[in-house]
C-alpha cells in the first residue's frame, strides 16, 4: 500500500492494511454465489416508525485508479483561537457573508419531525416542496451562552473542523486520491445560521418529547443564537434501533465500514473518532454489491440487503490536501474520558487517549481498527437477529 512509502508511517495498524486480506478476497465478493445472496432477501426492521423517505443507493462503477500525493504536512487549522478569525474562516468554509436567518432554512419545509439527537444536535427530517425524498437537518446551537445538555455550547474553532471534514469526505463519492465510497453521509449544505429557534421546529421537538421520549434540553434560545446547520440526506436507521436478520447481514455492514474507512484512509488519512452504533447507519437495498475503489482498486462488497453510511465527524481528524491537518482536539474534554452508560464504547475513548498520548492532531489510524472491534462487538453480543434461533435451531445447537 503506497502510504507504506510515506513519511511518517509507523507500523500501527491501518483499517487499509488490517483488511488488505480481506479486501483481496471479497474483491469479487464473498465465494458464495451472489445471486444467492440476493435472495436472502433480508431486511432489517426499524424498532421504529421514524423512517420516512429513502434515498436510492448507487453502484455506479468508477474509473481509477487517480495518483496519491501526500505532502508534508504545513499548517494546522486546529490552531485558530482569534473569535474574529475563526468567524470569517467559517464563513468562508460555509460559502456564506453572514449568518442566515434559520427561519429561511425551515420556511420551505414539508412533514418537518425531529428523528434523532446526539450530545449537541438535534437532527430533523423534511421534504422541500413537491419532493418526497426527506432531507436531514442537524441543528447544532454555537457560540451561545445558554447550556446544551449541561455543556457549553461549541465555539465556531470547535464546529468548523466537523463541516471541513464532512466537505473533504464528500469528495470520495465522485473520487478522490484514488478512491471512491459513498460510504459517509452525503453533504448538502453547511450554513452558519441566527435566529429564534423557528416554531416549526421547536413544535417537531416537542411532538418527538410526546411520543419518544427526549433526553435533550429544551432549544429554548434567544434571537440572536447562533447555529452550525448540516444539511444530509437520509440515510437510514442507526444500528443500535435497528433489527438484523442474520450474521451475514452483520459482517456485511462491517466489511461496509472497514471498506469505506480504509478508503477515507488511503485517500485522506481520515480517523473517525466516534463510531458507536449510533453513528453508522443502515437502509434497505435491493443492489447486490456495495462498490469501493481503495488505491485504485476496485472492491465489492456483498450488501445482503442492506447498505451502511457512517455519519457525525464531531470528534473526526482527515489531512485536508495533503498538508492541513483538521481535527477535533479532544485534549482538554474531560467529559468524553469519564465512565459512560456503555462500558465497551467508553473504553475505546480511554484507549484512543493512550494511543494517541492525547495528541489529536497525529494520525492514529489504529483507531479505526479500535471502532471496528467495538461494532464487531456489538453485533456479536447487543444486536438483535430475527433469524439466528431458527439457524441455530436447524444445526442442532
Ligand atoms: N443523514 C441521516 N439520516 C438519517 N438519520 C440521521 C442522519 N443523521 C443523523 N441521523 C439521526 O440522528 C442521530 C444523531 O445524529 P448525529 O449526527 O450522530 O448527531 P450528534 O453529533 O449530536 O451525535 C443519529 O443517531 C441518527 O439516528
Ligand atoms: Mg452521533
Not at 471479497?26 to 431486511?43: N, Y
Request: hydrophobic content about 30%.
Amino acid at each position: 500500500m503506497s502510504a507504506k512509502n510515506d513519511p511518517g508511517y509507523s507500523d500501527d495498524l491501518y483499517v487499509a492494511d488490517i483488511f488488505l486480506d480481506l479486501l483481496e478476497a471479497t474483491r469479487d465478493g464473498f465465494k458464495k454465489d451472489p445471486m444467492k445472496l440476493q435472495g436472502s432477501e433480508t431486511i432489517m426492521q426499524p424498532k421504529t416508525s421514524q423512517q420516512s423517505g429513502v434515498c436510492s443507493t448507487s453502484t455506479d462503477e468508477v474509473d481509477s485508479p487517480l495518483s496519491i500525493n501526500f505532502k508534508p504536512i504545513q499548517k494546522y487549522l486546529g490552531d485558530l483561537s482569534c473569535s474574529t478569525e475563526c468567524r470569517n474562516s467559517i464563513f468562508q468554509t460555509c460559502g456564506q457573508k453572514e449568518p442566515i436567518p434559520i427561519r429561511l432554512i425551515t420556511h420551505p419545509l414539508n412533514k418537518l419531525r425531529k428523528i434523532g439527537e446526539g450530545a449537541f444536535g438535534e437532527v430533523y427530517a423534511g421534504q422541500f416542496n413537491r419532493n418526497t425524498v426527506s432531507r436531514i437537518f442537524k441543528i447544532v446551537a454555537i457560540e451561545g451562552k445558554k447550556f446544551v445538555n449541561d455543556q457549553k455550547q461549541r465555539k465556531f474553532k470547535e464546529i468548523q473542523p466537523e463541516i471541513v471534514i464532512c466537505q473533504e469526505l464528500n469528495k470520495l463519492r465522485t473520487g478522490y486520491n484514488g478512491c471512491f465510497t459513498d460510504g459517509f453521509v452525503n453533504l448538502h449544505n453547511a450554513r452558519i445560521c441566527r435566529g429564534k429557534y423557528p416554531k416549526k421546529l421547536m413544535d417537531a421537538w416537542k411532538n418527538f418529547k410526546n411520543h419518544s421520549g427526549c433526553e435533550n434540553t429544551k432549544p429554548d434560545y434567544p434571537y440572536n443564537q447562533l447555529y452550525a446547520v448540516f444539511e444530509h440526506e437520509f440515510c437510514g436507521i442507526n444500528v443500535c434501533m435497528s433489527h438484523f436478520k442474520d450474521h451475514r447481514q452483520s459482517l456485511s455492514i462491517i466489511l461496509q465500514v472497514a471498506h469505506a474507512l480504509a478508503a477515507a484512509e488511503v485517500a485522506c488519512e481520515f480517523e473517525h473518532r466516534d463510531l458507536h452504533w449510533g453513528n453508522v447507519l443502515i437502509q434497505e437495498t435491493v443492489n447486490i454489491y456495495n462498490v469501493f475503489t481503495i488505491t485504485g482498486k476496485f472492491y465489492r462488497v456483498p450488501c445482503c440487503g442492506l447498505t451502511s453510511t457512517i455519519i457525525d465527524f464531531s470528534n473526526s481528524r482527515i489531512t485536508v490536501d495533503g498538508n492541513k491537518i483538521v481535527f477535533c482536539d479532544l485534549a482538554n474534554d474531560d467529559e468524553q474520558f469519564i465512565e459512560g452508560p456503555d462500558k465497551v464504547q467508553f473504553d475505546v475513548y480511554k484507549r484512543m487517549k493512550r494511543m494517541t498520548r492525547n495528541k489529536w492532531d497525529k494520525y492514529t489510524p489504529k483507531s479505526n481498527v479500535v471502532w471496528i472491534h467495538y461494532l464487531t462487538t456489538k453485533f456479536l453480543e447487543d444486536v438483535s437477529y430475527t433469524d439466528i434461533g431458527l439457524e441455530e435451531n436447524k444445526n442442532g445447537n
